[in-house]
C-alpha cells in the first residue's frame, strides 16, 4: 500500500470512528428516535451522505460495536477444538455470551443502550433480525460441522438437526436475556441475575439437548 493510500485509510477509518462516537453519543442523550442523520452528521461536521457512506442506516449507527452475539454461537462451533462435538462448544459458549451481556448491565453506558433500545419500536425490531441473523449463522456453522465430519457422530439428517437447534437454542437464549433486562435490574441486582439467567439457560439447553438425543436426531449417521 502506497504513503497516500495508507493516508486516505487512515482518514476513512477515523471519520467512521467519529461518526460512529458522535451517533452514540447523541442516541444516549436524546433518544434514538429523535436523532436523526442530519443531526449526527451536524454535530460531526461531515456531510450527510459521508454518515451513509459508512453506515447504511440509522439502526446500524446504533448497533455497530454492540453486538458480538450476533456471531458468537457460529464462532464457538466453527473454531472448537479438534474432536470436539458442536454442541458441546456449543453451549458453554452460548451460555457464557448471555450471562456477559446480562451482568454488563451493571456498566452505565450498557444501561443507557438498553433503555433507549426499550424506547424505540424501531431498534427493537431491527435487534429481532440480528437475532434471526445469528440463528441463520449458527445454522450454517452447525451443517458444515457436521457435513465435514471425518467418520464422527453426527445427525442423522444434518439440515433438519442444524435448524432445530439454532432455532431453538437462539429463541431460548433471546427469551432469557429479554427478560432478564425486564424491568432494568439495580446495578446491585445484577450479578445474581445475571449468574440465574446463565443458569437457567443452561439447564433449558442441556433439556433441548437431551431431548434432541432421545428423538434419535443426533445419533450417528
Known amino acids: 500500500m502506497s504513503e497516500g493510500s495508507d493516508r486516505r485509510a487512515r482518514k476513512k477509518a477515523a471519520t467512521r470512528a467519529l461518526v460512529l462516537a458522535t ?5 444516549d442523550e436524546r433518544g434514538f428516535e429523535a436523532v ?7 454535530t460531526a461536521d461531515v456531510a450527510v451522505q459521508t454518515v451513509f457512506n ?4 440509522k439502526e446500524d449507527l446504533f448497533f455497530t460495536g454492540r453486538t458480538p452475539w450476533v456471531d458468537s454461537p457460529a464462532e464457538a462451533v466453527r473454531r472448537r477444538p479438534v474432536g470436539t462435538e458442536p454442541l458441546a462448544a456449543l453451549r458453554p459458549a452460548i451460555v457464557a455470551e448471555a450471562e456477559r451481556h446480562i451482568a454488563a448491565l451493571t456498566d452505565p453506558a450498557h444501561r443507557r443502550m438498553v ?3 426499550a424506547a424505540s419500536p424501531a431498534l427493537q425490531a431491527y435487534e429481532r433480525e440480528l437475532v434471526d441473523q445469528a440463528r441463520a449463522r449458527l445454522d450454517a456453522a452447525l451443517v458444515e460441522a457436521w457435513s465435514d465430519a471425518d467418520g464422527g457422530p453426527r445427525p442423522r439428517d444434518v439440515d433438519l438437526t442444524a435448524a432445530l437447534v439454532a432455532g431453538t437454542w437462539v429463541a431460548a437464549v433471546r427469551t432469557v436475556v429479554a427478560e432478564s433486562r425486564e424491568p432494568l435490574p439495580e ?29 434419535r436426531l443426533l445419533g450417528a449417521g
Open 115 to 117: 433503555t433507549t433500545m
Open 23 to 27: 451517533a452514540q453519543r447523541l442516541f
Open 36 to 42: 436523526t442523520i442530519a443531526d449526527i452528521a451536524d
Open 54 to 57: 459508512h453506515f447504511p442506516t
Open 187 to 215: 446495578p446491585d441486582q445484577v450479578p445474581e441475575r445475571a449468574s440465574a439467567a446463565a443458569s437457567l439457560i443452561d439447564q433449558v439447553l442441556g433439556n433441548l439437548e437431551v431431548a434432541l438425543d432421545g428423538d
